[in-house]
């Protein structure tokens, strides 16, 4: 079982920027590809960024392209989502998500572990 804790989250303003985080308790994410994902009030949980277990393999959502930037760390402990340029509707819960066959996919299925979500808000 894999524990995925994500962290970041927070109250900005708009243009602002935030980073999340995203740490497997007690073990590395060396193997796994991961996913942000994110869910705003009455919408269906959305696809974000995704990288594959190498660090290649990197896709993202096309309203966050220029905007947003999925890595992970050398140790492969911790996965980043760099998110600037924020607009209201950036406004969501932002999950990561990892999957064991080490791909970067947009498909929530493809994922076999979830974190319970960090809120991030654009407002003014």
């Known amino acids: 079982q894999v524990q995925l804790v994500e962290s970041g989250g927070g109250l900005v303003q708009p243009g602002g920027s935030l980073r999340l985080s995203c740490a497997a308790s007690?073990?590395?994410?060396?193997?796994?590809?991961m996913g942000w994902f994110r869910q705003a009030p009455g919408k269906q949980r959305e696809f974000v960024a995704t990288?594959?277990?190498?660090?290649?393999?990197?896709y993202y959502a096309d309203f966050v392209k220029g905007r947003f930037t999925i890595s992970r760390d050398r140790a492969k402990t911790t996965v980043y989502l760099q998110m600037n340029s924020l607009k209201p509707e950036d406004t969501a819960v932002y999950y990561c998500?990892?999957?064991?066959?080490?791909?970067?996919?947009?498909?929530?299925?493809?994922?076999?572990?979830w974190g319970q979500g960090t809120q991030v808000t654009v407002s003014s």
């Open positions: 007690g073990r590395t994410l060396s193997n796994y590809g």
């Open positions: 998500a990892a999957n064991i066959v080490g791909a970067g996919t947009v498909v929530a299925g493809e994922y076999n572990y």
């Open positions: 990288i594959a277990w190498n660090g290649y393999s990197i």
